[in-house]
């Protein structure tokens, strides 16, 4: 009885204390099984109520351990721990990964860094000065209205830069040729959203100003970023064009890396992907901001980090970017 009620009080949180209860109760030197030897001393008469006794005590030892066995078992199922071993290696945590925005952002700036680019940053909400005065835009310039632009004030005005442009302006104030920078930042155009285009977007602005800087520089260094991005067989077109502080302006195409030409919604069946605009630095322009522009020439650029990455991992929605939906993001895991 007294064993019965040992028993019947005992308890396992653990494997630990599971192993407890059947040193106690099950194995051999266990006081049942010390029962069990105590037979060869019973009287023959008695062996037989003896026996009943300790059979019982020993079916009642292994029903509990039965139980205490499932006990322990679903509680290590719903911890999702079994046992403390601290020599485990740990458990594949659920970590976030690097969103491929960013995951370009950086690959950019590594490839602009090796030939000697530096990184600058500018504030997101600008002037009209640093936005659009001092890089050449006339007074009435489409591009001030309020259909591209989100202006915070009127007068003076202040609004979300539209473009990285504003950070060149700021660098070219502040430093002194020779100058090779990279701006990478987000921009704002108040523009439809669709699988192209958003009304936020990020960019990432170069600027070379020297001595003799001209635009075959540009070219030869647009593509070697190509080559260095998108691999050596994408091809690289410039496309004359126009912008208030280059001259001249060259839009850049990379070949469409989404259809491989085919026709996708993104090239528009044209087999090319415009990735941004270039030129060389308006005189000005460099004037403007304070530098001698018989002295010094440079080139500029800026491109969509949206567009690269599109074009780099065949994103064919713009939109996929920023709705958070895991099942698009995970496929970006393997990135650092
Ligand atoms: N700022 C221009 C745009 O956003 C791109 C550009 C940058 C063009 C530098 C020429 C030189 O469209």
């Not at 037979?39 to 023959?44: G, T, Y």
């Not at 009642?60 to 351990?65: D, S, V």
């Not at 009127?154 to 442009?165: C, Y």
């Not at 020297?210 to 410039?238: C, P, S």
Request: charged share 25%; aromatic share 10%; glycine share 8%.
């Amino acid at each position: 009885q007294e064993i019965e009620a040992a028993i019947s009080a005992a308890d396992a949180n653990n494997p630990e204390e599971l192993e407890a209860y059947r040193m106690e109760f099950i194995s051999k030197k266990s006081v049942v099984g010390q029962l069990f030897g105590m037979m060869r001393e019973i009287p023959n008469e008695e062996k037989k109520a003896f026996g009943q006794l300790v059979n019982g005590v020993k079916q009642a030892a292994e029903a509990k351990f039965q139980e205490l066995i499932e006990k322990v078992n679903s509680g290590s199922k719903k911890s999702g721990r079994r046992g403390l071993d601290l020599t485990l290696p740990p458990g594949n945590q659920a970590m976030g990964s690097i969103h491929p925005l960013t995951a370009t952002r950086r690959r950019i700036i590594e490839i602009f860094e090796r030939i000697g680019f530096n990184l600058s940053e500018g504030p997101e909400i600008e002037d009209d000065w640093h936005n659009f005065t001092a890089l050449n835009f006339p007074e009435n310039h489409p591009a001030r209205e309020m259909q591209d632009t989100f202006f915070i004030e009127k007068n003076p005005d202040i609004a979300l830069r539209t473009h990285t442009s504003s950070v060149q302006v700021r660098v070219m104030e502040n430093q002194k040729p020779p100058i090779r920078t990279l701006s990478p930042g987000r921009v704002y155009r108040n523009e439809a959203i669709s699988a192209r285009a958003h009304c936020i977007f990020h960019q990432v602005e170069g600027l070379y100003v020297d001595e003799n800087v001209g635009f075959a520089d540009l070219k030869n260094t647009l593509y070697h970023f190509a080559k260095e991005m998108f691999g050596k067989e994408t091809k690289v077109r410039f496309r004359p064009s126009y912008f208030p502080f280059t001259e001249p302006s060259a839009e850049i195409d990379i070949s469409c890396l989404i259809c491989g030409g085919k026709g996708c919604n993104v090239c528009k069946g044209s087999g090319w992907v415009e990735i941004g605009g270039s030129g060389m630095v308006d005189p000005n322009v460099l004037e403007n901001c304070g530098i001698d522009s018989k002295k010094y020439t440079g080139f500029a650029f800026g491109m969509g980090i949206e567009r690269i990455t599109m074009l780099k991992y065949q994103v064919n929605d713009l939109r996929l970017f920023t709705e958070n939906d895991v099942r698009f993001l995970r496929q970006f895991s393997s990135l650092s």
